[in-house]
């Protein structure tokens, strides 16, 4: 309503932004619709377009290159074509016409040689679409596709949880997990959510169909997120398991699958479970598939999807040399190191969040995989009780962020996490520390583009245990959170425990203080060119404080009482032995 400009332009992003997105033809009615009714009723216009969007009925995602056939051996049907969204599109001139074949020859509008671009149909009376064999361009058929990687979102419809029909991203504790008991009535438990009854937990079973493989090819499944407890099934087949409530994990399915007809299961289970972080804590543990699932087909050779999570690269910039260097793991070939160069590079800062993207690539043996991925040149250190970036001192100025929206609950939708940067950036903060576990890579890849200097939390908040299961466990998900969410340049802090103490009696003193030393020395080990920081609000707790490099304090001003901060302050630093 204030800047209707601004509102377009970010709601235009936003669509713009999802990946393999095929508009329909109502939503071009639609959006002619909603730009005569938008200065009479803005809110009901935007929500219009968003419910439109919501409605498309095919989604691909895929490299497309001059020379190659890209959607091969898709079987889709498609009816009522608005545009096609292409990734990676490089079909030379953008007055070059595209033809899917059995089709009528359909003008393409704004296809560029940039990495990302959306071609709408100008004339979309194309006909039903099936089993689609091919593309041409200027009536040329391409060549046959290379071998490669197409990775497609099995988010959305087609899902049933515990027998109804549900969309992924889904939580069961979308509406519970913030309205309290039903009779309004508060228990030992009620400010300790991560272990209470107030909301549902359960074991959830989640079931849909996939496609049929492609042969010679290899296929896996990667969850973006499902808490706390999982395990996956592929034609009554245990494929492999997951415990964690914040990390992401890639199973391969490739010998589970039959020609045709497969049927996935997955089990997901948010009940109290005390060899998971967190052990307890005042945040909800919102149970079920909260993020998307991907199906990633790749050649025999590829890039290892499965690497605690990641697509498996290690991504090193050095601002001085303009030197990017990426670690690239291989599944079914040896590891290697490809090096990209940018001459003067500018840097990666708030102000000016600069972004390059380097493409890694793998081809051995008649295969060949791909990815993309930004990359920033930045510096960070804290020294002498300051801390600089790219060799100024800076102040940081933030707020702290759950994944977790009202009516949602953790099952945030496409756009959610681009609206809380930018909210951010609209306050003038500098940074954001994602509490109190991992967020998606979503949130991730805005605060590298919008300028928020991160701080990506491992899950351990309050109490821990000493059990064998409980530190393996927590050791998994220290790596997992570290190798996923270490290349993203706005990523500065490590934040390895939120005020952790023991409020079991039969538990040794001590204990929590070795195991975070442990996972201190296993940060320290595994990525060296972070800061490891971590929160407490115990001044008394030296050897707990005295763990990471830099410490952070809650405070609580007017929270817990009137303190006088200043004094408080002072008595932290002084205990500590701190700057």
């Not at 002498?384 to 009516?407: S, T």
């Not at 425990?497 to 009696?505: A, D, F, G, R, T």
């Not at 707990?544 to 302050?569: C, Q, R, V």
Request: glycine residues 10%; negative net charge.
């Amino acid at each position: 309503i204030v800047d209707a400009s601004s509102s377009l332009g970010a709601l235009a992003h936003h669509i713009n932004g999802l990946r393999g997105f095929v508009y329909q033809r109502s939503f071009a009615k639609a959006f002619q619709t909603a730009m005569k009714t938008f200065l009479v009723d803005p809110l009901g216009a935007i929500t219009s377009l968003i419910d439109r969007a919501s409605e498309a009925a095919f989604a691909i995602e895929t490299d497309v290159s001059y020379g190659q056939q890209p959607l091969a051996g898709t079987e889709e049907c498609l009816t009522r074509i608005r545009g096609v969204h292409v990734r990676n599109a490089d079909f030379g001139k953008a007055s070059r016409r595209l033809k899917l074949i059995g089709d009528p020859r359909l003008p393409i509008e704004d296809v560029t040689v940039d990495n990302l671009r959306v071609g709408y149909v100008r004339k979309p009376e194309a006909n039903l679409i099936a089993n689609v064999v091919g593309l041409v361009v200027d009536g040329r058929p391409m060549a046959p596709a290379r071998p490669g990687r197409t990775v497609r979102d099995l988010g959305g419809n087609g899902w049933t949880c515990d027998g109804l029909p549900v969309k992924v991203p889904h939580t069961w504790n979308a509406i519970d997990g913030s309205d309290g008991y039903p009779d309004g009535t508060i228990t030992v438990n009620s400010g300790s959510s991560v272990i209470s009854d107030s909301y549902l937990r359960k074991r959830g079973v989640y079931r849909r169909a996939l496609p049929a493989p492609t042969p010679g090819k290899r296929q896996f499944l990667r969850f973006d997120g499902a808490s706390m407890k999982t395990e996956v099934m592929v034609n009554g087949k245990a494929v492999g398991g997951h415990k964690g409530a914040f990390t992401a994990f890639t199973l391969e399915i490739t010998k589970a699958l039959k020609p045709d007809g497969n049927e996935l299961e997955v089990a997901v289970d948010n009940r109290v479970d005390e060899t998971i972080n967190p052990i307890n804590a005042d945040f909800n543990m919102c149970g079920g598939l909260y993020r998307t699932v991907k199906l990633i087909e790749t050649d025999p050779v590829c890039i290892d999807p499965t690497w605690y999570g990641t697509d498996g690269v290690v991504i090193t910039a050095d601002p001085k040399t303009g030197r990017v260097t990426a670690e690239v793991k291989v599944s079914g070939g040896a590891d290697r190191v490809q090096t990209f160069d940018f001459p003067n590079p500018r840097l990666w800062s708030p102000e000016e969040p600069n972004l390059y993207e380097i493409e890694i690539v793998v081809d051995e043996n008649g295969s060949r995989d791909a990815i993309r991925r930004t990359v920033g040149f930045r510096t960070a250190e804290f020294r002498d009780g300051r801390f600089y970036l790219n060799g100024k001192k800076l102040k940081v100025y933030g707020v702290n962020r759950h994944e977790d929206y009202e009516g949602k609950g953790w099952a945030l939708e496409p756009g959610d996490d681009e609206l809380d940067a930018r909210w951010m950036k609209a306050m003038g903060a500098t940074a954001v520390r994602l509490a109190h576990g991992a967020h998606g890579q979503g949130m991730l890849d805005e605060t590298d583009r919008q300028g928020l200097m991160a701080y990506v939390a491992i899950p351990f908040v309050n109490e821990l245990r000493d059990t064998p299961e409980y530190r393996a466990n927590a050791r998994q998900e220290t790596l997992e959170t570290i190798a996923q969410f270490r290349n993203h340049p706005s990523v500065i802090w490590w934040d390895l425990y939120n005020e952790v103490y023991n409020s079991e009696k039969d538990i040794p003193e001590g204990f929590q203080e070795e195991i975070l030393e442990e996972m201190r020395d296993l940060v320290r080990k595994t990525d060296p060119g972070h800061i490891l920081m971590a929160t407490t609000s115990i001044p008394e707790k030296k050897r707990l404080n005295a763990i990471p490099e830099m410490l952070s304090f809650n405070t609580y001003p007017h929270w817990y009482g009137d303190k006088d901060i200043g004094h408080y302050i002072d008595k932290v630093l002084e205990l500590n032995g701190r700057k």
